[in-house]
């Protein structure tokens, strides 16, 4: 699956924002997915995931209780929304997917996902 990720920009701390990632390709339904987020001089950091099923989501506790992944099969997108950001949400942000079985919980590590999207830039002004 090839993901192309979208929705960055410039926002003020209190504000939402809602990042999408379309998908290409016939894998999508199969595939659990998830965003990531780097900013410079550090490694790529698990943000949140969600079931290829959909049914169940993770999220790291940095955004916990103010994010919310989803996607939509027939759309073939995964979105995070995202409120009440913080300066230190600024990252680029990154969509990730997998093909799995039904019952396989999402990886939070960047080696256990193999498609990824180019990278959407999200600064947060305090």
């Known amino acids: 699956v090839q993901l192309q990720a979208s929705g960055g920009g410039l926002v003020q701390a209190g504000d939402s924002l809602t990042l999408s990632c379309a998908a290409s390709g016939r894998t999508f339904s199969r595939c659990a997915l998830a965003w990531f987020r780097q900013t410079p001089g550090k490694e790529r950091e698990f943000v949140a995931a969600i079931s290829r099923g959909g049914s169940s989501t993770y999220y790291d506790d940095s955004v916990k209780g103010r994010s919310t992944i989803s996607r939509d099969n027939d759309k073939k997108t995964v979105c995070l929304r995202m409120n009440s950001l913080k300066p230190e949400d600024t990252a680029v942000y990154y969509c990730?997917?997998?093909?799995?079985?039904?019952?396989?919980?999402?990886?939070?590590?960047?080696?256990?996902?193999?498609?990824w999207g180019q990278g959407t830039l999200v600064t947060v002004s305090s």
């Open positions: 990730a997917a997998k093909e799995v079985i039904l019952t396989v919980v999402p990886g939070n590590e960047v080696r256990w996902y193999d498609s």
